[in-house]
């Protein structure tokens, strides 16, 4: 069965420090992951996507993810956080059969200036 | 290229009538899924229609039901609406069918609010 599990649904860091957002997966098969951000009132938004090329990605906006199979992770990291930044950020794993997503609960993001 | 649309953005319904979504998706886009999102259940996939065929389906009740037409434009219809079915409602439309590696374009989504 395929889910992903966000620790922390609310993430407050300071503008300029490191963001760090967490993500576990649970996956019957060799998992394709994705991170999406969504802003007040909008739909969601691709940041990156891991589908086995590389397990260090980079996506927009300045985020990158790694995947690590041995502790079943996808962690979403940026440098220095934006004002810009702040927004819900949800993590998603594909299912096995068709165009089925299986999302975290999200985790709101907050940038204290 | 244009993104997914959906029509309406806002919906203001009363309990126990019946409602209509619309979705268009991303041209050439023949995959398009739908999704619930509320702040208690997060985002659950409703389902997903390929080819104007149902190919996969969520945990809801059957007074949710959905369809695609030849131009591969969804609509999806909740009948006698009750409260717990005010939420955000995406689509999301992908450019082939069964590459689980493909990532999903989100429409703006409707919000439906039932009172």
Known sequence: AQSVTQLGSHVSVSEGALVLLRCNYSSSVPPYLFWYVQYPNQGLQLLLKYTSAATLVKGINGFEAEFKKSETSFHLTKPSAHMSDAAEYFCAVSGVIGNQFYFGTGTSLTVIP | ????????????????????????????????????????????????????????????????????????????????????????????????????SNEQFFGPGTRLTVL
């Open chain 2, 1 to 100: 290229k244009a993104g997914v649309t959906q029509t309406p953005r806002y919906l203001i319904k009363t309990r126990g009538q019946q409602v209509t979504l619309s979705c268009s998706p991303i041209s050439g886009h023949r995959s398009v899924s739908w999704y619930q999102q509320t702040p208690g259940q997060g985002l659950q996939f409703l389902f997903e229609y390929f080819s104007e065929t149902q190919r996969n389906k969520g945990n809801f009740p059957g007074r949710f039901s959905g369809r695609q037409f030849s131009n591969s434009r969804s609509e999806m219809n909740v009948s006698t609406l009750e409260l717990g079915d005010s939420a955000l409602y995406l689509c999301a439309s992908t450019p082939d069918s069964g590459r689980a």
